[in-house]
C-alpha cells in the first residue's frame, strides 16, 4: 500500500489543479518554481513527500516546450524526494499528433516525449483523449486513459436539441463521434477531409444525412479552428439547419478565436484540459465543461487500488 495522498500542481494550469483538490478534499502541495533570468525553470518541492503517493498535474499545452520540461523537473524533484510513487497527470499530451512516422525522415515525436516522462520518474500515467489510442504504448509504465465522454453526453443532452446529427470532422474521429451518436441515440455523418498542410485541411464531402437538421461536429483537438470552420461551412452547404461544436481539447492557437467568433457556429462545448479562462474572454461562443471531477475520481481510485474503468460503463 502506498503512503498518503498528495498533489502538486504545475504552471501550467493551477485553475484545474484546485478544482481538482477540491474535489477531492486534498489540499495542493506546496511548490517553489520560477525561471532564471536565461529560462532556465527550477523547482523545490516546499513539503515532505517521503512515501507519498504522489500526482503531478501538468497538461503540456501553449507554451508547450516550456510546460513539458517543467513536468518533467517536477517528476525528478519529487522522485528524488523519495516519494513511494509518483503518477504524471497529464490531461492534455503535447506532441500526440507526431504519433507515427507518415513521411521520409520525421520524428515520432509522441514516444520521444513518453521516454522523456519515463526517465523523469513517472510511475504511472494520467491522461484524457489521447490523439490516437496507441500512444499508450510508448510508455513502459501503467497508462490509465479518460474519455471526455461522459461530460460531453451530459452537455450535449442538456441542450435537448431535437434532429441533432453527431458529426466526425475527419475518418480518425469516426469511431468517437459514433460512441457518443449511440449514447445519444441520434444520427451520425462524417466528413470527408485531405490534410493539404501543417494546420491546413481541405473538406470534401458530407457522407450522410443532414439536410434539414441540427448538427454537432465532435472532435478531440481544436487547434487553429481551419478544419471546424471548414466544416462547419460545408455542413451548410449540405443543408444543415443549425451547426454547434463539441472539442475535448481546446487548444484554440493562432487565429481560432476570430475564426469561430465570425464562424456559423452556434456555440462550442469545450474542456477544460487546458486553461481557457482567457480564451472565453475572447470568444462568446465557447461553453466550458469541467473535467476536474472526472479526473478527481480517477486519481481518488488509482490511490486506492480501484477500478479506474468502471468510470465509463
Known amino acids: 500500500m502506498y503512503g498518503e495522498l498528495m498533489i502538486f500542481g504545475g504552471r501550467a494550469h493551477p485553475e484545474l489543479a484546485m478544482e481538482i483538490s477540491a474535489y477531492l478534499g486534498v489540499p495542493l502541495g506546496k511548490v517553489d518554481c520560477f525561471n532564471f533570468s536565461d529560462g532556465e525553470i527550477f523547482c523545490q518541492l516546499q513539503e515532505n513527500v517521503r512515501g507519498a503517493d504522489t500526482f503531478v498535474i501538468q497538461p503540456t499545452c501553449s507554451?508547450?516546450?516550456?510546460?513539458?520540461v517543467e513536468l518533467l523537473i517536477m517528476l525528478d524533484a519529487i522522485k528524488r524526494a523519495s516519494a513511494s510513487r509518483v503518477t504524471a497527470v497529464v490531461p492534455y499530451y503535447g506532441y500526440g499528433r507526431q504519433d507515427k512516422k507518415d513521411a521520409p525522415r520525421v520524428p515520432i515525436?509522441?514516444?520521444?516525449?513518453?521516454?522523456?516522462?519515463?526517465?523523469a520518474g513517472a510511475d504511472r500515467i494520467l491522461t484524457m483523449d489521447l490523439h490516437a489510442t496507441q500512444i499508450q504504448g510508448?510508455?513502459?509504465?501503467?497508462v490509465d486513459h479518460l474519455f471526455a465522454a461522459p461530460v460531453m453526453l451530459e452537455a450535449i443532452r442538456a441542450l435537448d436539441i431535437p434532429d441533432l446529427v453527431i458529426v466526425s470532422p475527419d475518418a480518425g474521429g469516426v469511431e468517437r463521434a459514433r460512441a457518443i451518436a449511440k449514447r445519444l441515440e441520434v444520427g451520425l455523418a462524417i466528413v470527408d477531409k485531405r490534410r493539404v498542410g501543417p494546420n491546413e485541411a481541405a473538406v470534401m464531402h458530407v457522407i450522410g444525412d443532414v439536410q434539414g437538421k441540427a448538427v454537432l461536429i465532435l472532435d478531440d483537438i481544436i487547434d487553429t479552428a481551419g478544419t471546424l470552420t471548414h466544416t462547419v461551412a460545408s455542413?451548410?452547404?449540405?443543408?444543415a439547419e443549425r451547426v454547434l461544436a463539441a472539442g475535448v481539447h481546446g487548444i484554440l492557437s493562432g487565429p481560432a478565436l476570430e475564426r469561430l467568433e465570425s464562424s456559423p457556429v452556434e456555440q462550442i462545448l469545450v474542456t477544460n484540459t487546458t486553461p481557457l479562462e482567457e480564451k472565453l474572454e475572447r470568444c462568446s461562443k465557447l461553453r466550458p465543461l469541467s473535467v476536474a471531477p472526472l479526473l478527481g475520481e480517477a486519481i481518488r481510485r488509482i490511490h486506492q487500488n480501484s477500478s479506474v474503468s468502471s468510470l465509463f460503463v
Request: charged fraction near 15%; avoid cysteine; hydrophobic fraction near 50%.
Open 138 to 142: 510508448f510508455f513502459n509504465v501503467p
Open 109 to 119: 515525436t509522441a514516444k520521444l516525449v513518453a521516454d522523456l516522462v519515463d526517465q
Open 63 to 68: 507554451p508547450v516546450n516550456t510546460n513539458l
Open 235 to 239: 455542413l451548410i452547404e449540405h443543408g
